[in-house]
């Protein structure tokens, strides 16, 4: 019986870089370091300004899909948590560091879009070691088929290999809340310090709703998560303290979430008060105000509050 095809073979190249079992046996391949991410995405973005700027216009990348072995992103999660938020953190930094040369040497340096975005995927027929990369101008644009491409460095030769792929093919990886990242562009090319003593205090997260009215017809809300806890409410909500996230519709109740993140753990909270709740298209039993039943909220989580208002949630 035939076996499944694999990614590789889908794309044509797996006798490239695929050699006897063996023959692989007898190369017992590093796991990947913090260190070994962090040059990786660093030089893709080099590679990006290389291939895309022309004339004294600098052009780059602003979605960075970065993929692993399932048992390498296991690893990072269950035994380094928290540190892919540092490699994002740190991987600006020096993103924003080349942009001020360029921009002192009198090269013209303009966004292609508001915000960077980073997802750190996995797929099963990646081996222990090997790493892929995946970049974008635009992060959540449709992006011509003809212009992707993906560029992976085989646990083998450790040479890179550069390929154009279908839209398709991105079906076969998995995509987790814990490794979506998206921050602001900042146009000053100075990132956001770590919060710390005398530091301006980071947001926890960004919460976006489209609301139903039509005076905010194609507009969005946003509200950026400052402290630990944020209450969600409706128009009728008077308070106006900076944890209160005030919905000016009808259709939220007052309160309708109370939302907390725990240090902990690294995880966001929701308890629900409103009528009606859904989380990631999952209902969410509504709790007294006084006693809140909490149910884990993923990062990149879809809310739905009494059928009509949509509110998401973004790390920030």
Do not use: C
Not at 230 to 242: A, K, L
Not at 262 to 277: Q, V
Request: glycine fraction near 6%.
């Amino acid at each position: 019986m035939d076996s499944k095809s694999s990614l590789w073979k889908k794309l044509g190249i797996q006798d490239w870089f695929l050699t006897a079992e063996q023959t692989s046996a007898l190369k017992k391949q590093q796991n990947l370091t913090p260190d070994d991410v962090y040059n990786y995405v660093v030089s893709k973005f080099n590679d990006s300004i290389r291939e895309l700027s022309f004339a004294d216009r600098i052009v780059f990348y602003h979605e960075y899909i970065i993929s692993f072995n399932q048992q390498d992103y296991t690893s990072f999660i269950n035994n380094k948590q928290g540190i892919f938020g540092l490699i994002v953190n740190e991987t600006i930094k020096k993103f924003y560091e080349s942009l001020k040369q360029y921009r002192a040497a009198g090269k013209t340096v303009i966004p292609s879009s508001s915000k960077w975005v980073f997802r750190l995927v996995s797929h099963p027929d990646y081996a222990p070691g090997d790493i892929g990369f995946i970049g974008k101008l635009l992060p959540g644009n449709n992006q011509k088929e003809e212009n992707l491409k993906v560029t992976f460095i085989p646990r083998q030769t450790g040479i890179a290999q550069t390929f154009d792929i279908s839209q398709d093919i991105l079906k076969g990886f998995n995509y987790y809340s814990e490794g979506y990242y998206e921050i602001p562009y900042k146009e000053d090319l100075e990132a956001d310090e770590e919060e710390g003593p005398g530091k301006n205090k980071k947001n926890f997260a960004r919460f976006e709703t489209i609301l139903p009215e039509k005076q905010f017809a194609g507009k969005k809300v946003e509200f950026f998560m400052k402290d630990e806890e944020v209450v969600i409410s409706g128009n009728e909500e008077t308070r106006d303290d900076d944890n209160i996230f005030r919905i000016p519709t009808e259709w939220v109740n007052t309160p309708h979430l109370h939302i907390r993140y725990n240090k902990s753990d690294g995880k966001f909270y929701l308890a629900s008060f409103g009528e009606k709740t859904i989380l990631n298209e999952a209902d969410v039993p509504k709790s007294d105000v006084n006693s809140p039943a909490w149910v884990e909220l993923p990062v990149n989580s879809k809310i739905l509050l009494n059928g009509i208002v949509g509110v998401n949630i973004f790390k920030s």
